[in-house]
């Protein structure tokens, strides 16, 4: 039984497919306001990503399940200076963050956009991610994956069987 529905965490669809000029930006989020942001930048039309992870728990011999932002307190979006400002003047908003480095953003979002769309839970994986980079560590007898997104200095781990992992060429 899910606890709410699973909001849209990236719009439009193709944001990753698209030639969009304007620059990617960071809003850092009161804390549990990611989703009411992405509802805001949906009806504004404002392109944002916003990635989720299903979290299941048990209580009361009933499965509960509830959608968590994969970057608690940040939703990524673009926009030009008056976006910026909208973003910005949002009570969900805490600031809005700058990017330096659009190119290493973009990669890393997509790169985690991708492993969603491979059908990763960005937790447990299955199959293999050829083509993705990052650092591969072993804890406990199993290989993780380990992706950072530099701006916000955090990074996701996907986890997947060692017959999975190649050295870098």
Do not use: C
């Amino acid at each position: 039984m899910p606890l709410l529905r699973k909001e849209a965490e990236i719009f439009p669809d193709d944001l990753f497919d698209r030639a969009i000029v304007e620059p990617w930006r960071v809003a850092h989020v009161r804390s549990r306001h990611e989703k009411t942001l992405g509802r805001e930048l949906l009806d504004r039309r404002i392109p944002y990503y916003m990635p989720q992870i299903e979290q299941t728990k048990r209580r009361t011999g009933r499965t509960f399940r509830s959608f968590l932002p994969l970057f608690s307190g940040y939703v990524f979006f673009r926009g030009d200076a008056a976006a910026r400002d909208v973003v910005r003047r949002r009570p969900a908003v805490i600031n809005v963050l700058d990017v330096t480095d659009q190119d290493l953003l973009a990669s890393e979002l997509a790169q985690i956009r991708r492993l969603q769309l491979a059908g990763a839970s960005l937790r447990v994986r299955e199959g293999a991610f050829a083509g993705y980079s990052g650092v591969v560590v072993r804890t406990k007898g199993t290989m993780r994956l380990i992706v950072q997104v530099s701006a916000l200095r955090q990074q996701v781990a996907v986890e997947f069987d060692r017959e999975h992992v190649s050295p870098r060429r």
